[in-house]
């Protein structure tokens, strides 16, 4: 039975193609990762952070009361500014 020590090829004998190629993986998977994580620490705050109601638009059916009713009691419970409140008629 051969190990697999004895069938492995020494780093030092691989074709230079191939020892290029690895490292131009090695060197690209690097930079992914740091781009992952740059990503990361910039987008896990806002995550966080959560909407605040200057963040939310509410748009209401002007010609349904049923629509009307619930934007206003939305519109209460979250505080959201009159500002954000759009009545399409």
């Known amino acids: ?3 697999s ?13 191939l020892r290029e190629a690895a490292r131009s993986w090695r060197k690209n998977a ?3 990762g740091t781009i992952c994580i ?7 705050p806002k995550v966080w ?7 939310v638009v509410v ?10 009713t619930l934007a206003n009691f939305y519109i209460s419970l979250r505080n959201i ?3 954000n409140v759009v009545v399409l008629d």
């Open 30 to 32: 690097q930079r992914f």
């Open 1 to 3: 039975m051969i190990s």
């Open 49 to 55: 952070a959560g909407l605040v109601p200057s963040d």
């Open 5 to 17: 020590a004895e069938t492995r090829i020494p780093h030092e004998s691989q074709p230079k193609v």
């Open 81 to 83: 500014p009159a500002a």
């Open 38 to 44: 740059f990503w990361l620490v910039l987008a896990i």
């Open 59 to 68: 748009v209401v059916n002007g010609d349904s009361i049923d629509s009307r």
